[in-house]
Each structure stands twice: as structure tokens, then as C-alpha cells.
């Protein structure tokens, strides 16, 4: 997988180490700020655009969906044309695409710009611990793990609050144009990152890739279909049946190419596995979730209850 340290490479002495942690940590303090920031943002942006609620939630959707489904391919093309290379792409499309949406004139312009941003956050969860785990051994690794996970919950839990205060003081594009801000030092720093690859990468799993990513994308479509139209509408069961089918479909092509596999699916017959991928899944569902889509909920209650009163 990506995060593991190429076994090629013969290790060097850990030059530029603290530019490596400083580039990797404030590139991932930039995903979760991007989430919750928008969704703080998202009821002033949809006023000021006259846009629709339906319309306005395809801000955080459109994100949320490639952000899912686009990390293993991701991963899977850092390992052959370089890691850093992937990292510091997946830097410039998430600020480039923050900036572009603080200056939208539409909310449409702003969805299209928060997908192809998700796709640049992919790129950089599934390619900034790699950069890290080759950079760094022992101690070290450690220490800058620790770093990144520190990181990555700060923009979780700082980004409602920092948000909110930026709406109120300098409006809804102040948000967005701070993820612009955050990406350039970022990116800077990544240029002193060193870079790896890994020779015996089997090559892209086309169909892997495809059935995987679609699935996800399906199953994500699914989840916010049934949100306005219900389970049982024919928009949420086509998406739903068919990422079943996609996802059922990875598993066996990458069963059949074995050792050259882009995921071994034989590992979730490990128990000690299935806890590891069932634990970080559950803390996003109950804690995540309510932080990115909990905001615009509280934020429209008053709205309603004047509309109630009069």
C-alpha cells in the first residue's frame, strides 16, 4: 500500500525533515478544514449565490463523493510516476479549486470546482503518508506520524469554529480563500520533500481501479440521493445496487491477479484487519458526519422558525 516505505530505496540520511513534516501536516490540516469550513459556510454562500438549498448542499456532495471514491487511485498512481509528484498536484488542485470557488459567481461554478478540489484531497490523504514513511525512520517516523495526526484533527476540530468567526467578520469567501492561503506554504515546503516510487509496481489495475472507484462513487451518490428522495426512490436503488455490483466485482478481479493485486482483498479474512478498517469507519460516521452536515442544519433552524412565527 502507499504508506508503506518503498523497499528500493536505500535509505539516506533524513535531509529536509522538518520541511517534509511541515508540508505533509499542513496540507492534511487543509482536508478536514475544507470539509467543515464549507459546511459552515454553505447557508451564507447559498444566500449571497440565490441558490437553492438542494443546489447548495451538491457544494459539500460534490467534495465528499470524489474525496470517497478517488484515494486508492490515487495511491495506486503515486506509486509509479512518484509520490511527491502526486502530493504536491493533489496541494495545487486543492488551493487553486478553493480560490476558484471563492470567487464564483454561481453555485454551480462552485460545485464543479469542490469536485475536482475533492479529487486533489485524495491525492494528498493517499500520497502525504508515504511521502512521510519514506523521509523519516524510528523515532522520527514517529514523531512526525504524531505531528500528522495532530494536524489533520486540529483542521477537524478548529474548522467550525474558525469558519463561523471568518463568516461573521469577513463573509463566506474569506473561508475559502484561506484554504488558497494554507495550500501555498504547503506546497512550497513539498518541494524539498524527497521523492520515491516503486519500481515493482505491477502496473494499473484498469479494472481495479474503475469497479473500485465507481463503487464508491455509486455508493456515495446513493447516501445523498436517499437523503431527498428516500430509500426507496428508483434514483437511490439504481446507484445503490449498482455500487453493490461494482464493489462485488473489484473483490473477484482482484482476487484472480493475486500477488499482482492493487489491494489484497484476502486480507479481510483477518479479524484483527476487519477492527482496524471498522474503527476509523465508525468514528467518521458518528463524529464526522455531524460536524460537516450539523452546521447547516443549526444554522437553518431560525430561519424557520421565523418563517413559523409569521
Do not use: K
Not at 63 to 72: D, E, K, R, W
Not at 94 to 107: F, I, K, Q, R
Not at 142 to 155: K, M
Not at 259 to 280: K, S, T, Y
Amino acid at each position: 500500500m502507499v504508506i508503506s516505505p518503498p523497499l528500493d530505496v536505500v535509505r539516506r540520511p533524513e535531509r529536509h525533515y522538518w520541511a517534509t513534516v511541515s508540508a505533509v501536516g499542513g496540507a492534511s490540516m487543509m482536508l478536514p478544514f475544507s470539509v467543515t469550513g464549507a459546511a459552515v459556510a454553505l447557508p451564507s454562500m447559498a444566500t449571497h449565490l440565490g441558490s437553492s438549498v438542494g443546489a447548495a448542499q451538491w457544494m459539500l456532495n460534490a467534495f465528499n463523493i470524489t474525496f470517497a471514491a478517488l484515494p486508492l487511485a490515487a495511491g495506486s498512481l503515486a506509486d509509479r510516476v512518484g509520490r511527491r509528484r502526486v502530493f504536491r498536484t493533489g496541494i495545487t488542485l486543492v488551493g487553486v479549486m478553493s480560490l476558484l470557488v471563492a470567487l464564483a459567481p454561481s453555485m454551480v461554478v462552485a460545485d464543479l470546482a469542490r469536485a475536482v478540489q475533492g479529487c486533489g484531497a485524495a491525492a494528498v490523504l493517499a500520497s502525504g503518508a508515504a511521502v512521510l514513511a519514506h523521509a523519516t525512520t524510528g523515532r522520527r517516523r514517529r514523531v512526525a506520524f504524531g505531528v500528522l495526526g495532530t494536524c489533520f484533527g486540529t483542521g477537524l476540530a478548529a474548522g467550525p469554529l474558525a469558519a463561523g468567526a471568518l463568516v461573521e467578520v469577513a463573509g463566506w469567501r474569506s473561508v475559502f480563500l484561506l484554504v488558497a492561503a494554507m495550500s501555498v506554504p504547503a506546497w512550497w515546503y513539498a518541494t524539498r520533500a524527497p521523492e520515491s516510487r516503486d519500481p515493482g509496481h505491477p502496473g494499473f489495475d484498469v479494472a481495479g481501479l474503475f469497479c473500485f472507484t465507481a463503487g464508491l462513487a455509486a455508493l456515495s451518490l446513493a447516501l445523498v440521493r436517499a437523503v431527498t428522495a428516500g430509500w426507496t426512490a428508483p434514483s437511490t436503488l439504481l446507484p445503490l445496487a449498482g455500487a453493490i455490483l461494482l464493489v462485488v466485482l473489484f473483490a473477484l478481479v482482484e482476487a484472480r491477479r493475486g500477488e499482482r493485486a492493487m489491494f489484497d482483498v484476502r486480507l479481510f479474512r483477518r479479524p484483527e484487519f476487519v477492527a482496524v478498517v471498522c474503527q476509523p469507519f465508525t468514528v467518521t460516521l458518528g463524529f464526522v458526519v455531524l460536524l460537516v452536515y450539523l452546521p447547516a442544519y443549526l444554522q437553518g433552524r431560525p430561519r424557520r422558525r421565523r418563517r413559523i412565527l409569521r
